[in-house]
């Protein structure tokens, strides 16, 4: 029986020991450098963050312009010239058959997007779960079975339909709100249903939180002491919930990144010709028995990305919470 | 407990209701003018008024929604010269497609309902098997290979799976045929072989969190102390894990699960967009393109009945099954 | 040590755990014997070792990472070299366990009779239905569950935390094994339950002529059931002596302070708490030197013996303390710290 | 030739439009037109067996007749389930324009002043439950194309605009009786139901084409399911619809009832027709591509996608199984003339766009010739090479310089216009499409060049008409075939305030009042030659106004499996002859 040990209540705090006298962020800190899967993934994070700040820079150095078109690279029939989708010293990473535009530049530009939406939706959806979640618990009553009903409702929605179907209704609807038209209303319009169908997971998350916290000694005697709720929330309670918060948050991003794929792929996400890896890998979807390295290409980078998020986040994960599995013996 | 089983389902009746109006209410409220999208290049301001009083989008919407479910109850008929007439249970009739509504989902759901429930069987076998497989062998290449698998699973967006599948198994290597839906009994052959890639499509990328998903359960569990009394009775290693932990472990995976499934029957959008599967989620995409309204409302509808069914079911099984739950 | 053939007799155990930061040491080298009927403690705060030990003595804990060397003859059987099987055997027959908390000891699946009767059956396999229906009936009777041929088809939930210590009690002894091993079996109860679960444990053991392992980190709670006494600290034994002479004489610096704390607390009104300064060491890879010598009350300079050799176990006054204190020096402290 | 259009600036009908006449080009290298080789042939015809239609839509447009109103469908349901008064002959080539007499014994009997229009039924034409066709059943299916709720989106108006009904007729299942009498003055049935005559508003002299279109099929009455009529059509001719399930498949059977002496136009050959919806359209290829099994029996409704054209194209083992001809349609760009009222920026437009890269993006050559004209080179009779604005190059590269001097001389000109051009910029209105997400950046950037800014307006196809009817931009893509063999099915409709598809509004022109007396005249003349004539110089009136301007004549390009025979262009539908399609041993 392997069971063992790790049930001796012992077995932890004697790991624990051993970095004593840390700060629990020091601490944690200290246990995600020590996870070479995590660091590595982290740094590929940093890559992709990097390059999608710094694409139009990247771009232009090394004169791969997502927009510019090459019919030299094209042969009459509109596909690419060359092997593996035209891979050459002018295109590495081959051009897009039909328009030859470079891919390796798109790829970079469409970083952005993908990142962009997969922060924004993070924060957003965060942020509101975090703060109806804050709300439920720690006022219960009425308010909180408002909200606890909405959730409810919200989740016997079936999501990903209804974001398809309201994605053109809706994106009017914004904007003739006001909201710049095109791409930026799509996106808004992404983030929008992301934060609606996200929020429920991180509200119930942290409601169950502090509903926990609230009855802890230490929230009681502040509040014994008379302190506001302004105080609780912010020196007794968000203390001790960040780490979850961010580990729940880090593990979430990667999810939007890949619903924001899925969404262009259905047609759903953002139109040229901004490029998003979304929308080349719908297109390329037509191209998938001639060029099959058109699809190939932003869809392992995508995996690539993704990947690298989840591992980041699990070594989060371990490193602020050491009772999950893998650090237990 | 029959108490518990009656409040259960008087809540999912309610949140039933709530739904609906709520799905009615979005999709009647939205778009500009639906009448106007009936309209192809003749279009006539007669032309769009006349399609109004047909569509009954003239009324008011609470009226709308009345009539909506009446015809739910009642069967209803559309249009006003020559209308058509669909039978009870009738959730629309759509002008785009000619049909009533309901005959169309009756007809798509076993697409679907094929579709989820190989996907199903499939990824509870990898992903429960992977999991408690990882979790036995904690730490060691069994262990490896399966969180491994997993990572990249949840890492691979779903339509890449599935056009990765085609290229490799139908153009590259030609294993596989073409696929192209069969009903199951016109040709139980033909439907089988046509269902092998969309199910493995579905349950790689499912089983991947379902193999975390079992092997923390499992994990967790094995350190509850009441495994290791059992342990100390001098309980066999098999006895222990079959009836301690894979008991406790598995009743939430498997109510997850239920609610995974229930989900997957309101239409597994990118999976039947990617292998073209007439089902409900390329019903509902359809739709999507074509604006039509009636057949939206009532996929959202119906998928949303097979999540709150599926919730009380699970939460009443959940009464039977954990002792714990019962007297609440 | 007792003159009895002892019925329990541990050899030098050691048991590791690798993790990622590297081998913990959580028993380094303890020895000791349990004769048969007698009761004995072993003391130490959190993370000294004791848990693990018992736990590596029903082997309980043979994980992959775990690493465990020594002997622990039972009756002159060395359960460490005993196949898996066989060991199966031992547990819950010979040797049965009380854990310490209750409330997740028990399976919440199945009804208390039958995990109650699953402990009999595992080793009386062919026990016909109603035999083994009376006996659990007997053994949730002796154990002062009222009511028990109706409580028998309750879960664990609808009981409260002292029963269902006493259903746990109730299958540790119903196959009346030779050693009882009690970890903290009293912690995680009511103090007024507390004194009326040690009551049971002890008469029980009278009853069967068992002996009893009684784990605790708290001195005060065993004074009046043990005989022999055990103090660990950072996986090695810091003391070994009789109840006795472990109360009057504790010889090691840390026994002395454990009592300090007993004793502040019973006497002094709440809050002024005495405990000792510092935290345990980290297990890991611990120095060739007295692992209490950060937290000592005795100044011991860089260049002693404690700050480089480990203090072997040898007999000081009454007791035998792992200490590098001469028997002087340690009546000299003794002194000291009761007559404030 | 021909029949047809369908419009869709590239997109509403879905992909196969979109690919296979998504772009503009013209002259160009081009590719050898190819007509199939052995498979258009009959080379070893055995009757029987089953033909496979593979299409990646997932239904039929529409298979109500009065509904029906592209080319391919016109031809593929009017040659196996529904007889029209007149069809075109059946046959390869030129000849297959020709009109024959179907339902009726001749091509009908015009009035001196061709306002009237008499046809006399055949002796034993049926339904396909052996009851009679008689005038009535005419009649009531033509009645069907005034429910304007049934047509609102579909099918062809020329009933409703050429039948001299008084008053309001709205269709069969809401008129009043007295407009139903109405109707049927304009609508005449002999008393023994034999002939059917057709009182116009204004003299048509070519009506007997216009009863070709299946819109003046017979429905009968008893069956009539309005909406869902559609679903399953009661058949007239060889085939008739056995089942119908929308996203998987239809089924043609023999229609037992149909005697081949009384029709002279249709020779079938196979027992069945499976027509196969929702297939991907790369997997179509891939299946014509390797030709196993039934797909050597197979025909694809759409054509080939733009990718694989290399392959097959390239490889002379396909020569006798591939297609490549033009369709009959012409793309072009409508200019919205109350926006744009100034010569030289459209004119600079032209200059400007590089049609070039489009066409490459749309797949090469394969996508079509460069146009010169909106009248079909296929139109043999009204067709004349145009004249192109100067410096628009033949390759369909953008001529820069041409384009920025035209730019200068509007500054001059119209500096209202200029700036609305180059500032505000010009909406473009177009079906939202993967293909137009390429293709609109080609636009931006060649525009762009002379400072035209563009502003990109993709429209979700579903509801491409009521946005440009309600809020029309200031370009708009487009393609047109005509409905027959007279360019009065395409000047007028594109170009005059009355015509069916004229998004120009270029009667806000004021050199519109010249050409609109024009067409008025060309369209009363029954001097074919000299209507030709006409034609021809209406055409070079709208092309030297630049009120449009032309992309391609557009080509497809189709692989049949090799057991297909008989699969020859059709001229005037732009697809095969499906009902005569037969199967080699």
């Known amino acids: 029986m392997t069971v063992s040990n790790t049930s001796d209540s012992e077995a932890m705090p004697v790991a624990d020991t051993a970095i004593v006298g840390l700060s629990p962020s020091r601490l944690a800190l200290a246990r995600f450098r020590r996870d070479k899967v995590a660091v590595i993934a982290f740094f590929v994070v940093c890559f992709f963050v990097f390059i999608a700040i710094f694409a139009p820079v990247l771009t232009s150095v090394f004169n791969l312009s997502p927009y510019a078109l090459d019919r030299q690279a094209l042969n009459d029939y509109g596909n690419p010239i060359g092997y593996f989708g035209g891979i050459s010293w002018n295109h590495p990473l081959g051009v897009e058959p039909g328009t030859g535009r470079d891919i390796l530049g798109r790829l970079m530009y469409g970083a952005r997007v993908s990142l962009l939406i997969g922060f924004i939706g993070t924060i957003v959806t965060t942020g509101v779960g975090l703060v109806l979640g804050m709300v439920s618990g720690l006022r219960r009553g009425l308010l909180d079975s408002v909200i606890t009903r909405v959730a409810d409702l919200t989740l016997a929605f079936p999501s990903l339909l209804l974001i398809i179907a309201l994605n053109r209704p809706l994106t009017q609807r914004l904007e003739s709100i006001g909201v710049p038209k095109g791409n930026f209303a799509r996106m808004t319009y992404i983030i929008l249903v992301l934060t609606v169908f996200g929020w429920v997971y991180m509200a119930r998350l942290i409601r169950g939180q502090v509903l926990s916290l609230r009855e802890r000694e230490f929230v009681e005697a502040a509040r014994s002491f008379g302190a506001s709720n302004t105080h609780i929330v912010f020196k007794e309670l968000l203390p001790n919930l960040w780490a979850q918060v961010i580990v729940f948050a880090t593990l979430s991003l990667p999810g939007y990144v890949a619903v924001e794929a899925s969404l262009s792929f259905l047609g759903i996400g953002l139109m040229a010709p901004a490029a998003s890896w979304g929308t080349m890998l719908g297109d390329s979807v037509r191209y998938y028995r001639a060029d099959p390295t058109y699809l190939l290409i932003p869809g392992v980078t995508l995996m690539i990305l993704v990947m690298a998020f989840n591992l980041m986040g699990d070594g989060l994960r371990d490193a602020v919470d050491p009772k999950s599995d893998r650090q237990q013996l | 407990m029959l108490i518990f089983i009656a409040r259960r389902l008087l809540f999912a009746l309610a949140l039933l209701f709530a739904v609906s109006a709520f799905t009615y209410v979005i999709f009647a409220a939205l778009p500009s003018d639906p009448a106007a999208l009936t309209c192809g290049k003749n279009c006539r301001p007669e032309v769009i008024a006349t399609n109004r009083v047909r569509l009954g989008y003239d009324k008011p919407i609470v009226v709308q929604y009345g009539q909506f479910l009446n015809g739910i109850f009642k069967g209803r008929s559309y249009g006003v010269s020559e209308g058509v007439h669909c039978p009870a249970p009738s959730l629309g009739y759509s002008f785009r497609k000619h049909q009533c509504v309901t005959d169309l989902i009756t007809r798509s759901l076993p697409v679907t309902a094929s579709v989820a429930l190989g996907a199903f069987v499939l990824w509870m076998l990898i992903g429960v098997g992977l999991g408690t497989m990882a979790a036995l062998k904690r730490g060691r290449w069994p262990d490896r290979l399966a969180t491994g698998f997993s990572v990249v699973g949840i890492s691979l967006p779903t339509f890449f799976v599935g056009l990765l599948a085609i290229m490799v198994f139908v153009i590259w290597t030609g294993l596989l045929p073409f696929p192209r839906y069969e009903g199951i009994t016109s040709n139980p052959a033909k439907w089988f072989m046509s269902l092998i890639l969309p199910w493995f499509t579905l349950a790689i990328v499912s089983a991947s969190s379902y193999v975390r998903l079992t092997r923390n359960g499992i994990l967790e569990v094995m350190n509850e102390e009441f495994v290791r009394l059992g342990l100390a009775k001098g309980l066999r290693r098999r006895t222990l894990i079959i009836k301690y932990v894979m008991r406790a472990a598995l009743l939430p995976i498997v109510t997850i699960a239920g609610l995974d499934f229930a989900a997957l029957l309101g239409g597994a959008v990118i999976t039947e967009s990617v292998f073209n599967l007439p089902g409900m989620g390329k019903l509902s995409i359809m739709a999507v393109n074509d604006s039509d309204l009636p057949i939206l409302v009532a996929t959202t509808l119906v998928a949303a009945v097979f999540i709150v069914i599926a919730n009380a079911f699970v939460d009443i099984l959940y009464g039977f099954l954990d002792p714990r739950v019962r007297l609440n | ?340 | 030739m021909k029949s047809r259009k369908v419009i869709i600036g590239a997109l509403l009908v879905g992909a196969f439009f979109v690919s296979a006449c998504g772009s503009s080009g013209s002259g160009g290298s081009g590719s050898g037109e190819s007509s199939g080789g052995r498979s258009g042939t009959d080379e070893g015809i055995k009757d029987g067996g089953t033909l496979f239609i593979l299409d990646h839509s997932t239904g039929a447009t529409n298979l109500d007749p009065q509904r029906i109103y592209t080319g391919a469908d016109l031809g593929f349901l009017g040659s196996t389930i529904t007889r029209t008064l007149t069809s075109y002959t059946p046959v390869a080539g030129k000849a297959g324009t020709q009109l024959l007499a179907d339902l009726a014994t001749d091509t009908g009997t015009p009035s001196e002043d061709v306002k009237t229009w008499s046809f006399t039924l055949r002796d034993g034409v049926t339904f396909e439950d052996g009851a009679a066709i008689v005038c009535a059943d005419i009649r009531y299916g033509v009645s069907r194309t005034f429910a304007s709720e049934m047509t609102g989106d579909e099918g062809p108006l020329y009933a409703t605009t050429m039948l001299a009904v008084e008053g309001e007729y709205p269709g069969p299942y809401t008129a009043t009786a007295d407009q139903q009498a109405a109707y049927e003055k304009a609508v005449e049935c002999s008393e023994d139901g034999k002939t059917i005559t057709f009182h116009l508003k204004n003299p048509v002299a070519d009506f007997n084409y216009t009863v070709a279109l299946l819109a003046f099929a017979p429905v009968p009455k008893a069956s009539d399911t309005a909406d869902k009529y559609t679903l399953k059509p009661v058949s007239s001719g060889p085939f008739m619809i056995k089942s119908y399930e929308e996203g998987k498949e239809l089924i043609m059977v023999r229609n037992p009832n149909w005697s081949a002496d009384s029709d002279p136009v249709r020779k079938p050959h196979v027992d069945e027709i499976h027509w196969q919806f929702g297939l991907d359209e790369s997997v179509i290829d891939e299946r014509m591509i390797a030709d196993a099994g039934d797909d050597q029996a197979t025909i694809v409704y759409g054509g080939l996608q733009p990718e694989n054209l290399q392959t097959v194209f390239d490889d002379a083992k396909f020569a006798d199984r591939r297609t490549d001809g033009f369709d009959g349609f012409v793309s072009y760009t409508m200019i919205n003339i109350k926006k744009v009222p100034c010569l030289e920026v459209r004119q600079a437009f032209w200059l400007a766009l590089d049609r070039e890269a489009l066409r490459t993006a749309g797949g090469g050559p394969f996508t079509g010739e460069f146009a010169d004209s909106f009248i079909n080179p296929l139109l043999a009779t009204d067709y004349t090479p145009g004249t192109v604005t100067e410096g628009v190059n033949a390759d369909g590269t953008p001529n820069v310089e041409a384009a920025q001097a035209k730019m200068d001389a509007a500054k001059e000109a119209c500096p209202e216009v200029h700036k609305h051009a180059t500032e505000e910029g010009l909406r473009f209105d177009h079906g939202q499409s993967e293909l137009w997400a390429k293709l609109i950046s080609i636009w931006i950037d060649s525009l762009g060049a002379v400072g035209i800014k563009i502003i990109d307006n993709a429209i979700e196809p579903s509801k491409y008409y009521a946005t440009i009817n309600k809020d029309p931009g200031d370009l708009m893509r487009a393609g047109w075939a005509a409905d027959w063999n007279n360019a009065s099915t395409v000047v007028p409709e594109l170009f005059t305030k009355e015509g069916g598809f004229n998004y120009s509004q270029n009667w806000e022109d004021p050199a519109y009042p010249a050409f609109s007396d024009k067409v008025n005249l060309a369209k009363a003349e029954v001097d074919r030659s000299k209507q030709a004539t006409l034609w021809q110089e209406l055409n070079q009136y709208v092309l030297d106004q630049a009120w449009a301007v032309p992309g391609s004549f557009t080509k497809a390009q189709n692989l049949v499996g090799s057991r297909v025979r008989n699969a020859y262009p059709w001229l005037p539908f732009g697809w095969y002859n499906v009902g005569a399609i037969g199967l080699a041993e």
């Open chain 3, 1 to 340: 040590m007792t003159n009895t053939t002892p019925l329990l007799s541990v050899r030098d155990l050691h048991v590791s755990f690798k993790t990622n930061d590297g081998i913990v040491k959580a028993v380094d080298g303890v020895s000791f014997d349990v004769a048969n009927g007698q009761t004995m403690g072993i003391v130490g705060e959190s993370g000294s070792g004791k848990s693990v030990m018992v736990s590596a003595i029903m082997r309980l804990n043979f994980g992959t990472d775990v690493i465990v060397s020594g002997q622990i003859l039972l009756n002159g059987i060395d359960l460490l070299a005993l196949p898996e099987s066989e060991m199966r055997q031992v547990r819950g027959r010979d040797i049965a366990m009380i854990f310490q908390d209750p409330l997740s000891a028990l399976n919440p699946f199945y009804t208390v009779g039958y995990q109650v009767a699953e402990a009999y059956l595992v080793h009386h396999p062919k026990t016909s239905k109603a035999q083994v229906e009376a006996i659990v009936l007997n053994a949730l009777d002796k154990v002062g569950i009222p009511d028990a041929r109706k409580r028998m088809k309750s879960y664990p939930h609808e009981f409260s935390g002292g029963m269902r210590q006493r259903i746990v009690i109730a299958m540790a002894l119903i196959n009346q094994p030779k050693l009882l091993i009690a970890d903290e079996p009293t912690t995680a109860l009511d103090v007024t339950v507390q004194a009326q679960i040690l009551e049971l444990i002890d008469s029980l053991r009278e009853e069967n002529n068992s002996a009893v392992m009684l784990i605790t980190h708290d001195l005060g709670v065993v004074a009046e059931t043990i005989q022999q006494v055990m103090v660990m600290y950072a996986g090695r034994t810091a003391e070994y002596a009789t109840v006795q002479d472990l109360f009057d004489t504790p010889s090691h610096p840390y026994t002395q302070g454990l009592l300090r704390a007993v004793r502040s607390f019973d006497q002094s009104t709440r809050g002024s708490l005495v405990s000792i300064s510092g935290t345990p060491p980290s297990l890991i890879n611990l120095p060739e030197a007295c692992a209490f010598r950060p937290r000592c009350s005795q100044e011991m300079g860089p260049q002693s013996a404690c700050a480089t050799q480990r203090p072997e176990l040898r007999t000081i006054g009454a007791s035998q303390s792992a200490c590098h204190l001469s028997a002087d020096e340690v009546s000299r402290v003794q002194r000291e710290a009761f007559s404030k």
